[in-house]
Nanobody, 125 residues
Framework: QVQLVESGGGLVQAGGSLRLSCAAS????????MGWFRQAPGKEREFVAA????????YYADSVKGRFTISRDNAKNTVYLQMNSLKPEDTAVYYC??????????????????WGQGTQVTVSS
């Protein structure tokens, strides 16, 4: 069993930055593909970014490419999402997720086995 705990969300003005963290329990974190997803009110959960087990491969949704950066520190069992140039449309609950099978990460939420409880990000205009 893996537990994921997100932190770092909050209220920020448009153009600002936030860094989300996701701390994972368990000794096999370094073998998991990890992803960040988000869900705005009334919308489906959508892919934001993913990273491979080693951190060597990363993937982004077109809407965040060039503004967000996903990274991981396997020694700390933590994955990060650095969010710059935030826009009001980035407002959502952000979730991290772990995939046992897709060690290179995936944009499809069905590939993820474990999810965190989410952290709210609100961007004001």
């Amino acid at each position: 069993q893996v537990q994921l705990v997100e932190s770092g969300g909050g209220l920020v003005q448009a153009g600002g930055s936030l860094r989300l963290s996701c701390a994972a329990s368990g000794r096999t974190f370094s073998s998991y593909g990890m992803g960040w997803f988000r869900q705005a009110p009334g919308k489906e959960r959508e892919f934001v970014a993913a990273i491979s087990w080693s951190g060597g491969s990363t993937y982004y949704a077109d809407s965040v490419k060039g503004r967000f950066t996903i990274s991981r520190d396997n020694a700390k069992n933590t994955v990060y999402l650095q969010m710059n140039s935030l826009k009001p449309e980035d407002t959502a609950v952000y979730y991290c997720a772990a995939s046992v099978r897709e060690t290179y990460g995936s944009s499809w939420l069905g590939e993820y086995d474990y999810w965190g409880q989410g952290t709210q990000v609100t961007v004001s205009s």
